[in-house]
């Protein structure tokens, strides 16, 4: 008999099974009527069991108040589900006090609806398909309640169904939140997952910000995807733990603006957890006062956990009300970690921030259980103080270090003064960056590394985005031999005594990196770079070596016609600054010399991303802890190493819809020292010590070949198959692919594995020797994804980050000023077969002419282009743009002669299969547009021919619609108009779901690009 596919139901049964595992109760929803505890299809909650609960735990309630107690836990206050949210979690984490009359007198009984303390003493159940009854009725898949409250909604998507995803079950219950709202009144978090890939996250919130969980212990990380839910369940769910992540782990952030609840990701869950055990042994009586260190990556919350931490250590029994004393190294990081604090009053309680010496010698003096912000420099002695007094010899102090490394080594100055003023309390540094790259020791002050969170898996678990590099050297106006000599004696110095000739040498180069035509033309490729590349929310940063650069940069970049608003933020230095710089600019409401408030205003206008502000300039300062989700684009024109170079990179691998990655552009050549803190920080156990070998990577590497190599038959030759005929070629591709697609999966685990390996090692020569092999393995991995026909959201989480990359810089290409060589060359025009491949192999040794050549070929190309476009269009821009980028580049020695024949081959090839594409589907210029858009996003549903008919159709229906500005926010009902034509063709073509909602955006977006400036572009 043949056995019928797996189905949804039986992810869904196996889930539940998983959770009676941990112990958990398991009833239909149909037998919650059968039994009586459920009356009506609107009830959410179970109030029976939550009763039963009040009235086991607390004897001493009567019986008949026991109602209106558990209605206290059942009705939360509040206009919004948020706000119901929150009132309700702060009721089940803190409890209330609940009067009642006793003997004639009211008195007051503290109620939890939960036992914190006993997992046991509480009700688990779980239970499926429950039909609620809202606005509309839904079913969600699974429920976990906990005495009776429904703390957990989890919606299932069949494994074995390809078009299931993770994106519809999240979708799923961003619905819920509307049609059945009741529920999320008590919701703590949510779980998606179709078992390839499962998330938990806040229903309120976009799925970028729903997490994987992947451990179960907090020691060994699972990167695998299969049976992912087990992870999760296993991980998370156990009846300890589960009430740990409710009661801890979650908080409500209010800045004053709106409310934004978070959890912890698994890292900061178990890194705190850990810190926390820690902490206790530490501060015991026979503990050694060395807590260790928390190295989790910037960019993953570890400002978060650090909250966590403080909140958990403040109310911990075994602490007896202890003393929190946060220290940073610098101003800036002291008021942002505060201000986060403050924003999480609600779960860690009241904070105190030392505005001097003075006051922080008050409050460490004063009462325990207090949580004090502080700067390492408030620290220091007086005048009159030989030593620093001490201020508390209590053990129940615990000092946290933020960036453990930088400043806590000396016993002497400001790091030796604290140890003095706390002489038995205990240290625990928290860090984004290994301890590796300061070649310091942090064992002798913290102890041991408790936990560790490195970029590389920060990035794989979308904890953070991933960061791209972009070279894009501007010439200095100085030999090249002695600009690497000044560049590498600049960023190699370290030590205080080197300090005069350090400055005397960065001061030499800031003078060329300075010069007026070298910041024009900084300015002009920055707007260029930045309009170019950037969506409409992202925001960037430039770095800049000195104050005097960033202001002159900044009068550069206002004469740019098409620069986007822009900031310099930098310190103020009274006896040596310009009156000019305070001076309120032209176009700004601020000087270059901003006040505190000033600052903190062009802080939030950089984080929003509906404000006009698009750009800052700074030196040092926001170069590390400052936080803006936006902040996609780096441009870094000031030599960086080491632990400041990774700081800085940081600031733009926060996850924000829609942001694919962070982009690093590099003016001044800082691509060796990147590689090298790149390769130490994602190695680096953070105990000084790489922890990887390169040997044992290429190895590794050399293994993961082999394994791939094994797929490839016998009787096909592979060696220098890029050499070969395009038609040998095309065949031994296909060769392949056929021997591998009938079972796919082991040849793309072990292609995705080798693509790993190679990320580690790919700068290694004799890796670099196997890239061609790479390259033909990628093909045929694409080839066969086509032929598994996965949905186009399935293909981008599987993009490996180079060929993100690749499709970044596809995307950016640059637009210059022409010059126009071929008209002063007076080339008349040649037949274009002159491109093929012949003309480029017979030609390509003839140095004598290269430079007339490439006129040549441009001018060809060109001519080209204003016959298969019509003039300024986007098509005819674009490829004229990147055709001029491409001359460009070779004149500035980015690129070799070569390399110009393939990027104009790439050019032509662009443009004959436009002209090939409109004849074969009879499409019209624009028309072809919107197939090229639909094509790259991987929508294969429909075949060519329906799909051309509806292009056309489409856009004859929004012309119609069409209007001067219509893509401006003033127009928004014009743009409503043109958005509905086009559902109203796809509604008339019965087209529905999914390819309904993909189809509308990527019409829409296409339009926006094409028909911006109707009715010119007509």
């Given at each position: 008999?043949?056995r ?6 039986d ?17 239909h ?6 039994r009586?505890e459920?009356?009506s ?10 009763q ?5 735990t ?6 008949e ?5 558990a ?6 206050q509040?206009?919004t ?5 929150e009132?309700?979690h ?14 004639g007198?009211?008195v007051?009984q503290?109620l939890?609806?939960?036992n914190?303390?006993?997992?046991e003493?509480?009700d ?14 839904r079913?969600p898949?699974v ?7 429904p703390?957990?909604?989890?919606e299932?998507?069949n ?8 994106q519809?079950?999240?979708i799923?219950?961003r619905?819920?939140?509307v049609?059945?709202?009741q ?11 179709d078992?390839?890939?499962?998330r938990h996250?806040m229903?309120?919130?976009s799925l970028?910000?729903?997490s994987?969980?992947?451990?179960t ?9 299969a049976?992912s ?8 769910f156990?009846k ?10 979650i ?10 609840k ?7 869950f ?23 260190t928390?190295w989790?990556?910037?960019g993953?919350?570890k ?25 940073v190294d ?5 008021q ?13 309680g009241h904070v ?9 010698r ?20 007086k005048?009159?103080?030989?030593i620093?007094?001490v ?9 946290i270090?933020?960036e ?37 020791n ?6 041991n ?20 590099y ?24 370290t030590?205080d ?5 350090h ?8 003078k060329?990196?300075?010069t ?10 920055i707007v ?17 070596m ?15 016609p ?10 103020g ?12 600019q032209?176009g700004?409401?601020?000087?270059h010399?901003?006040?505190k408030e ?6 939030a ?10 750009m800052?300039?700074?030196v ?20 960086m ?5 990774m700081q ?8 924000f ?11 001044i050549?800082?691509a060796?020292?990147l ?7 994602t ?15 290429v190895?590794?590497?050399?293994e ?5 190599r ?5 009787y096909l ?14 065949d ?20 995705k ?32 994804k086509k ?5 186009s959201?399935?293909r ?13 810089v596809d ?8 010059v ?8 008349d ?24 050549r490439?006129?040549?070929?441009k001018?060809?190309?060109?001519d ?5 476009y ?7 821009r674009s490829f004229?743009?990147?055709l001029?980028k ?9 690129i070799?002669?070569?390399?110009v ?17 409109k004849?074969?589907?009879?499409l ?32 004859r ?9 219509w893509?401006?926010?003033h127009?928004?009902?014009?743009y409503l ?6 559902k ?20 829409i ?10 009715p010119?572009?007509?």
């Amino acid at each position: 008999m043949t056995r019928l596919k797996l189905g949804e139901s039986d992810f869904e049964e196996t889930t539940i099974e998983r959770l009676e595992r941990l112990g958990y109760e398991y009833l239909h929803a149909q037998e919650l009527f059968q039994r009586g505890e459920r009356a009506s299809l609107k009830d959410v909650t179970l109030p029976g069991r939550l009763q039963a609960f009040l009235r086991e735990t607390y004897p001493d309630l009567p019986e008949e108040e026991i109602p209106a107690a558990a209605n206290q836990f059942l009705n939360p206050q509040g206009l919004t589900s948020m706000q119901r949210n929150e009132h309700f979690h702060t009721m089940m984490t803190k409890g209330i006090d609940f009067p009642f009359e006793k003997d004639g007198e009211t008195v007051y009984q503290h109620l939890f609806p939960i036992n914190w303390e006993d997992p046991e003493a509480n009700d688990f159940l779980v239970v499926n398909q429950l039909s609620i009854e809202g606005k509309v009725t839904r079913i969600p898949d699974v429920i976990v309640y906990i005495n009776g409250l429904p703390l957990v909604v989890m919606e299932l998507k069949n494994p074995n169904d390809e078009q299931a995803t993770v994106q519809q079950a999240f979708i799923q219950i961003r619905n819920y939140t509307v049609d059945i709202y009741q529920l999320f009144n008590f919701n703590a978090f949510s779980v998606i997952s179709d078992n390839t890939e499962t998330r938990h996250g806040m229903p309120f919130h976009s799925l970028d910000y729903f997490s994987e969980w992947k451990t179960t212990d907090g020691r060994t990380v699972d990167n695998n995807k299969a049976n992912s839910m087990r992870t999760m369940i296993e991980g998370l769910f156990p009846k300890k733990r589960f009430l740990a992540y409710i009661r801890n782990f979650i908080l409500f952030m209010d800045d004053g603006d709106h409310v934004t609840k978070i959890g912890a990701k698994y890292h900061q869950f178990f890194g705190v957890q850990f810190s926390v055990d820690e902490t206790v042994r530490a501060t015991r009586p026979d503990g050694d006062r060395k807590i260790g260190t928390i190295w989790h990556t910037q960019g993953s919350g570890k400002s978060i956990s650090m909250l966590f931490f403080a909140a958990i250590l403040i109310k911990h029994p075994e602490m007896q009300n202890p003393t929190i004393v946060i220290q940073v190294d610098r101003n800036d990081l002291d008021q942002q970690l505060f201000e986060t604090f403050v924003a999480g009053q609600s779960h860690v309680g009241h904070v105190h921030h030392a505005k001097n010496a003075d006051q922080l010698r008050e409050m460490l003096r004063g009462e325990a259980g207090q949580i004090i912000f502080s700067t390492i420099e408030k620290f220091r002695t007086k005048e009159e103080e030989g030593i620093h007094p001490v201020l508390s010899e209590r053990r129940n102090i615990v000092v946290i270090a933020d960036e453990a490394h930088r400043t806590q080594y000396s016993d002497t100055g400001f790091a030796g003064h604290l140890q003095t003023a706390l002489p038995n309390a205990s240290h625990i540094g928290f860090t984004g960056t290994p301890i590796a790259l300061t070649d310091r020791n942090t064992k002798e002050v913290f102890g041991n590394v408790i936990h560790s969170y490195d970029m590389a898996q920060a990035v794989q678990d979308q904890a953070t985005v991933p960061i791209y590099y972009e070279p894009r050297l501007i010439p200095l106006d100085v030999a090249e031999e002695a600009l690497d000599e000044e560049y590498e004696e600049v960023v190699e110095f370290t030590g205080d005594e080197e300090l005069d000739q350090h400055k005397r040498k960065w001061a030499a180069l800031e003078k060329v990196v300075g010069t007026k035509q070298r910041l024009r033309r900084l300015a002009a490729d920055i707007v260029d770079h930045f309009t170019a590349t950037a969506d409409p929310f992202s925001k960037a940063m430039i770095v800049c070596m000195s104050r005097e650069i960033a202001v002159r940069l900044y009068d550069e970049l206002k004469e740019e016609p098409d620069c986007p608003p822009v900031e310099v933020i930098m310190t103020g230095k009274i006896s040596e600054d310009p009156i000019e710089w305070r001076d309120v600019q032209s176009g700004s409401k601020y000087a270059h010399i901003k006040t505190k408030e000033e600052q903190e205003e062009v802080k939030a206008k950089l984080r929003d991303p509906e404000e006009p502000l698009k750009m800052v300039i700074v030196v040092d300062m926001w170069l590390t802890g400052m936080d803006a989700k936006p902040l996609t684009y780096l441009y870094v024109d000031k030599p960086m190493k080491g632990h400041n170079l990774m700081q800085a990179i940081a600031r733009v691998n926060r996850v924000f819809p829609g942001k694919e990655g962070g982009v690093i552009v590099d003016y001044i050549r800082i691509a060796e020292h990147l590689q090298a803190a790149t390769k130490q920080y994602t190695n680096s156990g953070g105990e000084g010590q790489p922890t990887f070998d390169i040997d044992k990577a290429v190895q590794l590497f050399e293994e993961q070949l082999t394994k791939v190599r094994a797929f490839i038959p016998n009787y096909l030759d592979i060696t220098h198959w890029r050499y070969k005929p395009k038609m040998d070629r095309e065949d031994l591709i296909a060769a392949i692919v056929n021997e591998v697609h009938e079972e796919p999966e082991p040849f793309l685990e072990a292609e995705k594995k080798l693509e790993k390996a190679q990320q580690l090692v790919k700068n290694i020569p004799e890796v670099r020797e196997n890239l061609d092999e790479m390259v033909l393995y990628q093909m045929v991995r694409s080839q066969i994804k086509k032929l598994m026909t996965r949905g186009s959201e399935e293909r981008e989480r599987n993009e490996t980050m180079d060929e993100r990359m690749n499709r970044l810089v596809d995307d950016n290409v640059l637009a210059k000023e022409t010059v126009d060589l071929y008209q002063i060359a007076g080339i008349d025009k040649p037949d274009i077969n002159i491109l093929d491949e012949d003309f480029i192999e017979n030609k390509k040794d003839d140095n004598q002419h290269e430079d007339l050549r490439m006129k040549l070929l441009k001018k060809l190309l060109q001519d080209e282009i204003r016959q298969q476009y019509k003039p300024n269009s986007p098509q005819e821009r674009s490829f004229r743009e990147m055709l001029q980028k491409t001359v460009d580049q070779y004149h500035q020695g980015l690129i070799q002669s070569a390399d110009v024949m393939k990027m104009m081959m790439e050019v032509r090839n662009g443009v004959h299969h436009d002209a090939h594409m409109k004849e074969e589907l009879g499409l019209s210029e624009e028309e072809i547009e919107f197939f090229k858009a639909l094509e790259a996003r991987g929508e294969h549903v429909f075949d060519n021919e329906f799909l051309a008919d509806l292009i056309q159709n489409v856009v004859r229906a929004m012309k119609k619609e069409f209007q001067v500005d219509w893509t401006k926010t003033h127009r928004q009902d014009v743009y409503l108009k043109v958005k509905n034509a086009v559902k109203m063709v796809l509604r008339k073509e019965q087209i529905k779901g999914e390819q309904f909602k993909f189809l509308t955006n990527t019409f829409i977006k296409q339009a926006e690009e094409q028909f911006r400036d109707w009715p010119k572009d007509a």
